[in-house]
């Protein structure tokens, strides 16, 4: 194998960990909410716009990972260059998702 298919490799491995760690953690997030009682409907109205932008992100971010997942064609440049471009936004959308569910509970919380 060459280098290309190397790297393709690794990177599309990274992406399926990935997108397989954000599950788990958006799962957990969301089992602790259920767990607490709370659910968008109780909370106060500025906490649960927060809540719920951070519920849109979480799906958004498993379409993206999914994406970067989704096996590629011929061309290895063209799929690192993808996967690399999808991961990269998955990461920033695996940060800001958890965070702004959980932000919400805390601003709901001491709201």
Not at 12 to 37: D, H, N, Q, Y
Not at 39 to 66: K, P, Q, T
Not at 83 to 90: E, F, M, Y
């Amino acid at each position: 194998m060459g280098e290309l298919a190397d790297r393709r490799r690794d990177l599309e491995r990274t992406a399926s960990v990935v997108l397989a760690t954000f599950a788990t953690v958006m799962a957990l997030v969301c089992s602790a909410v259920i767990v607490c009682g709370w659910f968008a409907g109780v909370m106060e109205d500025h906490a649960e716009r927060f809540f719920w932008a951070g519920a849109v992100l979480s799906f958004v971010n498993i379409g993206v990972l999914a994406a970067a997942v989704f096996p590629g064609g011929e061309d290895d440049v063209r799929t690192i260059n993808r996967v690399r471009a999808l991961t990269r936004i998955g990461l920033i959308l695996f940060v800001g998702a958890p965070a702004l569910c959980i932000g919400a509970l805390i601003a709901d919380f001491y709201g």
